[in-house]
Every structure is written in structure tokens, then in C-alpha cells.
């Protein structure tokens, strides 16, 4: 940089970009935290909320949804399985895929943990009126929207996190 050039942290964009970021650092390490009780952490909780949504979703498709490889999946689901959270199993029109789904005790914990993060969501997010929420809603999805078409996606990307699910679980009870 010269010294002619702008810094970045003048510039109000960058500054509230940065807000942004470590708002969902902290609300991370807080669900992190609020978790514990459960023994789980935010990666357990995006797998769970997707078995709870999809049931027999593949293990392919659950890593698209997450945005992550089949080998971080790989590494997790055995951790839960063995738990007795979810199971596996063969997909009997194709013996590669593999099928997932919550058992009972997975369903009870799921649900428990969507309780804690719908409270810390409610919990953070009345610290804005609704309209504020709604903005900064609207601006997040433009944000979705710019990325993923300058990365050639031709749709925004579904729900992918437990973030976003439990809201989107929220709106729909609410409906």
C-alpha cells in the first residue's frame, strides 16, 4: 500500500464487514458453549438438523448441503453413529450410496439443540426491532446472491446451516 491509499478499516463497508464477522464468530463460540450440555458441537448440529429435515438424505448430498467433502463427513459420522444418533445404510436401488437417518435418541437430542440455538437466536436477535432484522436479512441473501453468481452458480445455495435451518424451522412454525 501507499501512503496516497485509502486503509481498508476507513472504509465503512470494510468496518461493518468486520462486525458482521466477528458477530457470527461470537454467536459461534456461544452455541459452542451452550452446546456442551449436550455433548455436541455446531458441526454435530448441522449434520443432526439435516437428518431432521431430510431423513434418508445421502451422505453425498448432506456434504453438498454443508458445503464440505465426503471425508469431513467421514470423520463425524461414525462418532455419531456409534453414539446412536443416526444410522447408515445401504441404499437398496444403489449399494454405494449410503442413506442417513436419526434414531430415536437422535431426534430427542436434535430437537433439544434446536431449542438452545433458537434461543440464543431469539436471545441475539431482539437486540434488533424486526425491520432491523429483516435488513439485515435481505442484505445477507444479496451478499449469497453476488457471490454465488460471480462464482458462476446460477442459484443461491440452499440452507446450509444450522443457522439458517433453525430460522428457516422458526418462520415455518410460525406460518
Not at 29 to 57: A, C, F, M, V
Not at 156 to 168: F, K, V, Y
Request: net charge neutral; aromatic share 2%; proline share 6%.
Amino acid at each position: 500500500m501507499n501512503k496516497k491509499q485509502a486503509l481498508p478499516w476507513d472504509n465503512p463497508r470494510f468496518r461493518n464487514w468486520i462486525a458482521v464477522a466477528r458477530a457470527c464468530h461470537v454467536m459461534g463460540q456461544t452455541l459452542s458453549r451452550e452446546l456442551q450440555p449436550l455433548d455436541i458441537k455446531p458441526p454435530h448440529l448441522d449434520i443432526l438438523i439435516n437428518l431432521y429435515r431430510t431423513p434418508g438424505i445421502s451422505q453425498q448430498d448432506l456434504a453438498d448441503k454443508l458445503l464440505v467433502g465426503r471425508s469431513n463427513l467421514s470423520m463425524l459420522l461414525p462418532q455419531m453413529e456409534k453414539r446412536g444418533l443416526l444410522v447408515r445404510r445401504s441404499d437398496p436401488r444403489d449399494r454405494r450410496v449410503l442413506r442417513l437417518e436419526l434414531t430415536p435418541e437422535g431426534i430427542e437430542l436434535t430437537e433439544q439443540a434446536i431449542t438452545i440455538q433458537s434461543a440464543l437466536i431469539e436471545r441475539t436477535m431482539k437486540t434488533a426491532t424486526l425491520e432491523e432484522c429483516n435488513l439485515v436479512g435481505g442484505v445477507m441473501t444479496r451478499m449469497i446472491r453476488e457471490l454465488t453468481l460471480a462464482d458462476g452458480a446460477a442459484n443461491e445455495p440452499e440452507l446450509t446451516n444450522a443457522a439458517d435451518q433453525s430460522r428457516e424451522l422458526k418462520s415455518d412454525e410460525s406460518s
